[in-house]
């Protein structure tokens, strides 16, 4: 119930104080001359009287009857209705924008969550740069954006950068870039002279862009995380992949492990324990080159099995192709 005092009017006007009080302020107000401000009320006199908000709030002439002179002045009706909006606001602080490079993935990711993806418009000019505008409010929200970088890598990775940008720029809360697959990550050491180690100038790049957190699934490898001046989040396939296979009805006396190299002999052990301690077999490999390795030697029986080769990254799958039949054949 809102309420405010007005000076006492002379005698002439005291026999209208009772009436006053029982019709709403919209009646009253004209005769003051419109609303009434801090400094009229200062002036109040020690005999003034009051008058009651008792109807539902009006208007004349597109104007309140009732001045606002803070948040605290309004209808309990409007204050609480307020306060509703805001609650619902805030329940949904919760922004998903995909890019091009796999919108398949984001709706399904949305659609799990229960929300709908954020309108964002991606194009890109005659000369491949490319232009981001979300078309739509992220103040104040966590933002979180589905960028794999895959192939075509260098495209997809600069898409994510400015579409990072965009979010810092709009004044996003939080900006989390969910990276399912992460490009440059195989370039986290040196092995020869004269070599970039592309992978920390990527955890640069997003950083700086703007993002405050990252989440990956299967990094090449742990110690990229370290690359990151904020906090990565490492997530793993294995239980997706692991359910799938269980729903195969696989005895475990068919199946085996394949480990693609000595490097991932750790990866491929972990698998395994979780298949009923299967066996484990390793390819010795010699790479060649860029895309390029010969298998060696397979240390452990395949022959007549289900073999399950556990790898970070495929990228021509040359490992899994016509050398490892050979050898198993």
Known sequence: MASISLPSPSSSASSASSSCSASSFSRCSPSYGGFLTWESRSRIAPNGFRCHLVEPLKSENGRPCIPVLNDRTLPNFLDSKRMENAVNRNSTRLRIFSGTANPALSREIA???????????????????????????????????????????????????????????????????????????????????????????????????????????DLHSGQSMGYFDIPVDHVYGQPVILDYLASKMISSDDLVVVSPDVGGVARARSFAKKLSDAPLAIVDKRRQGHNLAEV??????????????????????????SSLLTNVN
């Not at 740069?129 to 960028?147: F, H, K, M």
């Not at 986290?188 to 990252?214: M, P, W």
């Not at 030697?297 to 990254?313: E, F, P, Q, S, Y």
């Open 111 to 217: 659609w799990y969550m229960g929300l709908e993806l954020g309108k964002v418009n991606i194009k890109r000019f005659a000369d491949g740069e490319i232009y981001v505008q979300l078309q739509e409010s992220v103040r104040g929200c966590d933002v979180y954006l589905v960028q794999p970088t895959c192939p075509p890598a260098n495209e997809n990775l600069m898409e994510l950068l400015v579409m990072i940008d965009a979010c810092r720029r709009a004044s996003a809360k939080k900006i989390t870039a969910v990276i399912p697959y992460f490009g440059y990550a195989r370039a986290d050491r040196k092995t020869q002279g004269r070599e970039s180690i592309a992978a920390k100038l990527v955890a640069n790049l997003i950083t700086e862009a703007g993002a405050n957190r990252v989440l990956a699934c």
């Open 296 to 321: 060696m030697n397979l240390i452990g029986d395949v022959k007549g099995k289900v073999a399950v080769m556990v790898d970070d990254m495929i990228d021509t799958a040359g490992e899994l192709g």
